[in-house]
């Protein structure tokens, strides 16, 4: 099994790949026509909020991921694609999520804002640190020499110029940022969705010879994912509004920008792109279920102060 899904590398042909970076651009766009400056002022206003939100998506989850890989010693592609989800920012969808969880959503756009621009170099570092501490991984990245620079600038790309673009538009029209964004989110989200299960269903027989293999896993990371946002933020003694927020923002990670490097310095690595893949089907569904319960919970809504 080791041999066989380590050897399997799915395909995405130049085009399509194209259009996946262009589509996740997009989504990034539509979310930053909700973010200000002001968001960022946050950090100033609410520090303590912020950098355990941030804290929690960039240091803890990666650390919980690379205990977890060490109790589950799975396949060193499939561990690579854990170290990969965990070093990405958080997910296009987890500021609807943390609306419909009745979560602190200001908090949550917040740190969509900071995350985003924190990811042009934490997810490339995160990926290199975690992924060469563990050996079997280490020797992947070893053989791929993957170059960091290369990396922060496809990033910058996907994430850093959408969202300074989008910024700008809601500074320069924030009426027509705000009805743009309504519409331009939703539709560039579903495109992007569409996009990477037209490339999934391209490569079906592969993906249903092995996702079964990676479901407990996707699974349990998730649940590991939720949990260690949700006990850091309670340990902090925070308000449910912005428990529920942080907890959403550490277990909804943006897998889309995971598969594209994938796809673009790996070669499209069958257990990575099947792992990451399997994550961004299955963090929807886990993420709504999530939402669903909390939201039949009465909460008071609280501003980020």
Not at 144 to 154: C, G, H, Q, R, T
Not at 212 to 227: K, M, Q, R, T
Not at 250 to 258: A, D, K
Request: net charge positive; glycine share 8%.
């Amino acid at each position: 099994m080791e041999q066989l899904i380590d050897n399997v590398h799915i395909n995405f042909d130049s085009n399509t790949l194209w259009t996946l970076n262009v589509a996740l651009a997009l989504v990034m766009f539509g979310i930053a026509l909700e973010i200000s400056v002001s968001d960022f002022k946050q950090l100033i206003r609410s520090p303590k909020l912020v950098i355990t939100g941030v804290f929690s998506q960039f240091v803890l989850l990666p650390l919980i991921t690379y205990l977890l890989v060490l109790i589950t010693n799975p396949i060193p592609s499939i561990a690579l694609g854990m170290f990969m989800v965990a070093a990405c920012p958080g997910g296009n969808i987890s500021n609807f999520i943390t609306h419909l969880a009745k979560g602190n959503a200001a908090l949550s756009v917040t740190l969509t804002a900071i995350a985003t621009l924190l990811a042009i170099f934490m997810t490339p570092m995160n990926l290199q640190f975690w992924g060469s501490l563990y050996e079997p991984t280490g020797a992947i990245l070893t053989e791929v020499d993957i170059a960091p620079l290369k990396m922060i600038k496809l990033v910058s790309l996907l994430l850093g110029l959408p969202l300074v673009l989008g910024m700008w538009v809601n500074y320069m029209r924030p009426v027509f940022a705000k009805t743009m964004s309504r519409y331009f989110k939703l539709g560039s989200l579903v495109f992007f969705v569409a996009l990477i299960f037209l490339a999934l269903y391209k490569n079906r027989g592969v993906f249903l010879d092995y996702v079964f293999y990676v479901f407990w896993l996707v699974v349990l990371h998730n649940i590991v994912a939720f949990l260690s946002g949700y006990s850091l933020a309670r340990l902090m003694g925070f308000s449910r509004n912005n428990v529920r927020s942080i907890t959403i923002e550490t277990g909804i990670q943006n897998s889309g920008l995971g598969l594209l490097l994938i796809f673009t310095f790996f070669d499209g690595l069958g257990g990575m792109a099947i792992l990451t893949a399997f994550w961004g089907i299955w963090h929807l569904v886990s993420g709504l279920v999530l939402a669903g319960v909390w939201s039949y919970e009465p909460n008071k809504k609280e501003k980020l102060v």
